[in-house]
């Protein structure tokens, strides 16, 4: 009875084996479920977030290196246009922090124009540890919501500073069609 299953199935050097660990394989990595791509909206809104941060990041890096407040106020204005693009028709702010959290210029610029502390949100630490983009739904008191997006600006591995941008979630999804999971969802490091 042997010599007939080793003649008939795994034949006579036993080749079934390594038949079936390679079906074996490719059926358990061949098979894995690939990640669905984004509606056109969503891929369109992390494309032009991306593409902003990387304006801002090429026209900050001297002006927040240098710490130079009217340096990185006036580069800030002049990014106006490719910020703007970024968000046409919707509320946005950009704000440049130091490494440790606290802000050193803000565009458009909002009320007294006092530097604010953002070291202790749990967004900026997360950035500021991971040296990566990161991004949070945050509630503002009258209830709405805002995205908040910041990234880390980073000369020779050292962080230097960050850029935050916060877009107003109603004019995102109005434009995007961009819901909180969804923007949760976005990896902007890829």
Request: hydrophobic share 45%; charged share 25%.
């Amino acid at each position: 009875m042997r010599n007939i299953l080793r003649n008939g199935l795994l034949g006579d050097k036993g080749h079934f084996w390594p038949i079936l660990i390679i079906g074996v394989v490719i059926l358990l990595f061949g098979c894995q479920a690939r990640e669905a791509p984004l509606n056109p909206g969503i891929a369109s809104f992390k494309q032009e977030l991306k593409s902003c941060l990387d304006s801002l990041n090429v026209t900050l890096m001297e002006p927040v290196a240098r710490k130079d407040i009217a340096g990185i106020t006036a580069a800030l204005a002049n990014v106006e246009s490719p910020a703007a693009k970024l968000c046409r028709m919707c509320p946005f702010e950009i704000g440049v922090l130091d490494p440790s959290g606290k802000i050193l210029s803000a565009y458009p610029v909002k009320g007294e124009g006092k530097a604010k502390d953002f070291s202790s949100y749990d967004l900026v630490k997360k950035a500021i540890s991971s040296k990566k983009i990161q991004q949070q739904a945050l509630f503002l008191p009258e209830g709405s919501k805002l995205y908040l997006v910041c990234g880390p600006l980073i000369r020779k591995d050292v962080l230097i500073g960050l850029v935050a941008i916060a877009i107003s979630s109603a004019d995102a999804e109005k434009r995007w069609n961009l819901t909180e999971k969804d923007f949760l969802a976005l990896d902007f490091n890829t």
